[in-house]
């Protein structure tokens, strides 16, 4: 891991009126962009091409002879082959002399590699280096292990396809597309046999990844992923956030949701198993008694980070939960950096981080803001690793 106190003697040769916000642009750019443009800051995306345009053409930043954006939110674009090339000495370099912030989100900790990330990434990284790698299921302290050390409710593991005596997920990569998912659900050790032959058949899955899934008891309820955020930086104020909360839609369960059951009984072999890849965001509200359940969860999971991955989370974070009969919740995912459904508040915020800051919130700009306040307090060396 890259010491951190050389990422903050980096720091200490940014011109600081001219720090820039920089990230990948996929995932939650938008977001982000739009949040930096927000609290005044210039942005810096670097883009992938073939997949470019969004950010170089279509929300591209135009501003007055004041520099006040008056159309889009993305001002500079950094063109490459491919996104792993952000760990290359020249784009390092580029970021460097152009004062950049960088804000890690998953396609960066996806498509690049993580070692890489940990130990060749020399520019200041606005978040919790150390903490991306728990993402990864296959590592040993991954964020079942956090889960479990902070004493959080997440779906009980079935280890063996033997023993499965109930609805469970099984969770592993899509064989094609490595950063999507390959999931499925089965309620018996012949339903996940039957199931897994047939995914294999139909390349959606390997029979390599699939002895490395992970089965989970299936929890049946409805999914709030809830967008938190920590500041290092508060005084009296309380330092976790609620900004929003979220629920997925997916491809193609949401479609066969749509259809009645005698219409799903009809369909063929390749349909009849749903995608569970994400493909989009809605907004969502919980209902306020539920509230007390869920920031105890959240209060748990900081202090465990600062616990095991000092310092700990800095910034935006995501609890993924479903919610049982009993009206408990259960984290099944944990994104420890800006979540993938943000992008549904930008610009508009959401109707809590709106409430909590009288203004409109989104994560991007709150991410912005803490920026803008560790720039303002001299404090920014508190807010990168």
Known sequence: M???????????????????????????????????????????????????????????????????????????????????????????????????????????????????????????????????????????????????KAGIPFPEEVEDPDDIDGLVMVKLPHKVKRLERGFFTAATAKEFREKSEELIKQDVISRKDLKAARIEKYVIGPVFNFDFFYSPLAGHEEGIELLGIDWRFETSLDGHVRLPASQQLTLNEKQKNPVYIVIGHNAATLRESSLNKIFPIAEKFVKATQEHYPPGIIGPFTLQTCVGADEEFCVFDVAPRIGGGTNVHMWVGHPYGNSLWRSTMSTGRRVAREIRRGIDDNRLDELVT
């Open 2 to 148: 890259l010491d951190r106190d050389e990422i903050i003697r980096l720091l200490d040769g940014y011109k600081k009126e001219d720090i820039r916000i920089g990230m990948i642009a996929s995932h939650s750019a938008l977001d982000v962009c739009d949040g930096a443009v927000e609290e005044g800051f210039f942005t810096v995306a670097v883009c992938e091409g073939g997949r470019d345009e969004p950010y170089t053409r279509y929300f591209k930043a135009f501003r007055d002879k004041r520099g006040k954006a008056y159309r889009g939110m993305v001002d500079q674009t950094l063109v490459l082959d491919k996104f792993g090339e952000v760990m290359s000495d020249r784009v390092q370099q580029f970021l460097r002399s152009e004062n950049v912030v960088f804000v890690p989100n998953r396609s960066f900790s996806s498509y690049c590699d993580l070692g890489d990330i940990e130990d060749k990434f020399s520019v200041p990284l606005y978040g919790s280096r150390n903490l991306l790698r728990t993402e990864e299921r296959g590592e040993k302290r991954n964020y079942y292990w956090l889960l479990e």
